[in-house]
Nanobody, 121 residues
Framework: QVQLVESGGGLVQTGGSLRLSCAAS????????MGWFRQAPGKEREFVAA?????YYADSVKGRFTISKDNAKNTVYLQMNSLKPEDTAVYYC?????????????????WGQGTQVTVSS
């Protein structure tokens, strides 16, 4: 069982920045394929970014968001710059199953509780 705890969400103005953190339990964190997803009110959960040695980004955040892993701290980060109101959502980190598709939320087996990000216009 892997436990994930997100933090770092909050309220920020358009153009601002936030860094989300996701602390993971488990002694094999280095091998985890990690992802970030988000869900806005009334919308489906959508892929944001992932890291499994390579990094992947949704087109909507490419060039603005950066995913990184610190294996020594068992933590994955999502640095979010140039935030827009449409980035407002609950952000979740997750661990992907071995061999799963990077972009499919159904292929992620462990999830955090989520952290709210609100971008004001």
């Amino acid at each position: 069982q892997v436990q994930l705890v997100e933090s770092g969400g909050g309220l920020v103005q358009t153009g601002g920045s936030l860094r989300l953190s996701c602390a993971a339990s488990g002694r094999t964190f280095r091998s985890y394929a990690m992802g970030w997803f988000r869900q806005a009110p009334g919308k489906e959960r959508e892929f944001v970014a992932a890291s499994d040695g390579s990094t992947y980004y949704a087109d909507s955040v490419k060039g603005r968001f950066t995913i990184s892993k610190d294996n020594a701290k068992n933590t994955v980060y999502l640095q979010m710059n140039s935030l827009k109101p449409e980035d407002t959502a609950v952000y979740y980190c997750a661990v992907r199953r071995y061999g799963g598709n990077v972009y499919y939320s159904s292929d992620y087996v462990y999830w955090g509780q989520g952290t709210q990000v609100t971008v004001s216009s």
